[in-house]
Each structure stands twice: as structure tokens, then as C-alpha cells.
């Protein structure tokens, strides 16, 4: 029986695992995402082409391979069918390519407007939703509330979906929210006719059988490790596990049939929206990177703080996730710098430290850093890497104990640096 494969992101998600998906599906048969939902913004750029997916797997744009929207994902209809009318203009065959999960819930109108008055309420205290529902459809999934995508075909969808909006419209009185759902209701039960339309599937079985047919599969998080409902930097967090974890209950496979873990991570860091970030860069260096690297979010287009390489935090992620192989993305970003930070512990009030404290949020961090030399040239093929790139590519190996398999120095498929696929030893 094969073991599916786990590829997810180590820091504050934006890491550029579309791309990464993306390049590796060729050695794929069937991609599927675990877990969030149109929150995720996955890039990709071929042929001139860049695409942004929100919640279909980054491997639809190969013919050869299936794709499987799981369980754990939350659906916004409207949202699935705009991606797919685009899609279908680019000539996907979305009918045999895409796969949805009966058990997939449901993102309402009324939980987007929860969203907006929940975070309108919190004022300074909010944490940066997206405003997609995301939070709002987890509550109601977890409250036993919730409407999923194998119910659109039930004769009771109706009175559920009614029922579920009228509790929507009392805590909606409690924020005094101002709403108007008759303007956004006819889009969404247009969506659901298409979504009818659409292949659902008892995913944990379809998952199950592949793998004991041999069939290779790749589960796609989205987000990243350190938004992790649980072991991220909570409150400040998805709704969602998006940990090597979160694919077991994400797609219903058992965690003895998960094989390598391929960790993304930036050469530097980072986060859209509030909450903490040690090593975040309030000067011209973090205002170059965001300009270098285009640091907007491709869902919200919202403005990225930016900041050195977090080593206790790519430590922990790599820890609680048991990844086997890492992949740096944009050292491309780096190339025009004389030198570069890399935090490699914390002072936490006052005490030197490798690990990330409870409450991160409210407590004393300041990053300890070591610089290294910059490589002031652009980056392209495996044989002429910089040395002092080389350098720090082996620097980050031996701080985290894991081999860098595959180093990204540009947006598009092919600007991608195979650099080794022998296991690394922690000399």
C-alpha cells in the first residue's frame, strides 16, 4: 500500500506552495487539499500565465492528474464556481479532473456577514480575517450545525440551510450588524445548481483505495504551520489544523499512511494581518523585501510585513510536523542584499531561548541574530549557485537537521533549482 505524501507550509502561509504543487505533480496521480478554504490564495505562473487558485488543488492544470477537494475544506459555492468558470475558459476539464467531498461544509452568505461583525466587534483586538466565513462555517461544523456539500442533493437541503440562517440572523441582532441577505442570497443558490452538477464522492473511501491500488498522492495544505489552530501563534490563527495532522483528518487517512512531509518556507519571512512576528523588519530593509518580492496577498492583496528568516519558528513547525525535506522559496528576493540576518534563538524576558514561548502574543521577544554574507547575484541554474548562497542554504540544513531539496529563485514553473534528493546527514 503507498503512503500519500504531505506538502504544507512552515511559517505564516504566502510560502508559494502552488508553485511548489504545481512543479511536482507530473510524479503525482491525484492532488487533493485538506483543509481551510478560499482563505488560501495558491499562485501559478506558466507560460506567461499566472493564475490564483482558492480552494481547487494546485495540480488542475496537469490533464493526467485527479483532484480532490476533502472533507476538512470549507466551500464557498460562489467562490468554486468563479474559479471554475475561469478554469474552463483556460480549457480544464473540470467535470473529470475534480473530485468534491460529500463531506465538505458549506460556507454560507450569513457566515461571511459573522465574520465582518465578528471582527468589527473585536476593533483593535481583531485578528485580520479574510472575511470569507471561514471562522464562522468551523463553528457552526464543530457545533453540529453545519451544511455540507453531500446535502445539496437531499431533499431536506432547503429547511437545513433555513434553519441554519435563521440562527445566523439572531447573532447578527446580538453584533447589531446591518445586512442585506436578499442581495447576496440568488448568487449562492445559483452556485449550488453548478455545484450539483459537480462529481461528489465518499472521499475517504476514493483516498483509501488508491493508495492500495499504488496510486501516488499529494495533500496540499494551505495557510501555514504557525496558523495552526492549536499550535500556532493562537489567537492570531486559522480556523483550522494545518499541520501534517490535519491531512489524516482532513482526508480520512490514518497517520501510518502518511510518507514524506515536504516542508515550504521562505528564505525570509512573512505575515499578513495582526499578530506577533519576532523577526519583523519596520524599515527600509523589510519596505525592500515587500517591493523585491511582491509581498501582497494574492486573496486580500493585502500589504505582507516582512522579516529575517525565524529559525525557532521553522524549528518548531518542522518539529510538530515531522517533515522530511524542505523547499526554500524566493532566495531570488535576496540577491541584491550585502548581507543577511537569520534569527537563531530569542531573548523572552530576558532569558535566552530556542523555543517559541506560550503566550507569544504578549510576551518579551527579541531575536538573537547571526548575519551572514550576501550573494549580490541573481540566481538561476544548480551549477552556478553563489557560494554564499550555497552557504546559507547549508547554514539553514545543519540549524534544522533537514535537507533543502529544492530552492525557488522566481514565480514561474521553471525557475525551480532541484538541488539534491539523497537523504541529508546532520554532520
Not at 1 to 7: F, S, W
Not at 93 to 115: E, F, G, N, V, Y
Not at 243 to 253: D, E, N, P, R, S
Request: aromatic share 8%.
Amino acid at each position: 500500500m503507498n503512503k500519500a505524501n504531505v506538502l504544507l507550509g512552515l511559517q505564516w502561509g504566502d510560502e508559494g506552495k502552488g508553485k511548489v504543487v504545481d512543479v511536482l505533480t507530473p510524479s503525482y496521480d491525484i492532488i487533493c487539499r485538506f483543509q481551510g478554504g478560499p482563505n488560501a490564495g495558491h499562485t501559478l505562473e506558466f507560460n506567461g500565465i499566472k493564475h490564483v487558485l482558492n480552494t481547487i488543488p494546485s495540480g488542475i492544470f496537469h490533464p493526467h492528474c485527479t483532484n480532490i477537494i476533502g472533507n476538512g475544506v470549507v466551500i464557498d459555492p460562489v467562490i468554486l464556481k468563479r474559479e471554475i468558470d475561469a478554469l474552463i475558459k483556460m480549457g480544464v476539464d473540470i467535470k473529470k479532473q475534480l473530485l468534491i467531498s460529500k463531506r465538505a461544509h458549506l460556507i454560507l452568505p450569513t457566515h461571511r456577514l459573522l465574520d465582518a461583525a465578528s471582527e468589527a466587534a473585536k476593533g483593535k483586538e481583531k485578528i485580520g480575517s479574510t472575511l470569507k466565513g471561514i471562522g464562522p462555517t468551523y463553528m457552526d461544523k464543530t457545533g453540529r450545525n453545519g451544511l455540507r456539500v453531500g446535502d445539496v442533493s437531499g431533499n431536506q437541503f432547503k429547511e437545513k440551510y433555513q434553519s441554519l440562517v435563521e440562527k445566523h440572523k439572531q447573532l447578527l441582532a446580538f453584533h447589531k450588524f446591518e445586512y442585506n441577505l436578499t442581495e447576496l442570497e440568488p448568487a449562492w443558490f445559483e452556485a449550488i445548481e453548478d455545484l450539483k452538477k459537480l462529481t461528489h464522492i465518499d472521499s475517504e473511501y476514493y483516498i483509501n483505495e488508491a493508495l492500495k491500488k499504488g496510486k501516488k498522492i499529494l495533500a496540499e495544505g494551505a495557510q501555514g504551520s504557525m496558523l495552526d489552530v492549536d499550535f500556532g501563534t493562537y489567537p492570531f490563527v486559522t480556523s483550522s489544523n494545518t499541520m501534517t495532522a490535519g491531512c489524516c483528518t482532513g482526508l480520512g487517512i490514518a497517520p501510518n499512511a502518511v510518507g514524506n512531509v515536504i516542508g515550504i518556507f521562505k528564505a525570509y519571512c512573512t505575515r499578513v494581518g495582526g499578530g506577533p512576528f519576532p523577526t519583523e523588519l519596520n524599515d527600509e530593509v523589510g519596505e525592500t523585501m515587500r517591493k523585491i518580492g511582491n509581498e501582497y496577498g494574492s486573496t486580500t492583496g493585502r500589504a505582507r510585513r516582512c522579516g529575517w528568516l525565524d529559525l525557532p519558528a521553522l524549528k518548531y513547525a518542522i518539529m510538530i510536523n515531522g517533515v522530511t525535506e524542505l523547499t526554500m522559496m524566493k532566495a531570488d528576493v535576496l540577491d541584491d542584499f550585502d548581507s543577511i540576518k537569520v534569527c537563531t534563538h530569542y531573548m523572552v524576558n530576558g532569558e535566552k531561548t530556542e523555543q517559541l514561548p506560550f503566550d507569544i502574543t504578549h510576551a518579551d521577544i527579541k531575536p538573537v541574530y547571526k548575519e551572514l554574507k550576501g550573494w549580490k547575484q541573481n540566481c538561476t541554474l544548480a551549477q552556478s549557485l553563489p557560494d554564499a548562497l550555497l552557504h546559507y542554504i547549508q547554514f539553514i540544513e545543519q540549524e534544522t537537521g533537514v535537507p533543502i531539496s529544492i530552492v525557488s529563485v522566481g514565480p514561474d514553473r521553471k525557475q525551480t533549482i532541484v538541488l539534491k534528493k539523497e537523504p541529508f546527514v546532520n554532520s
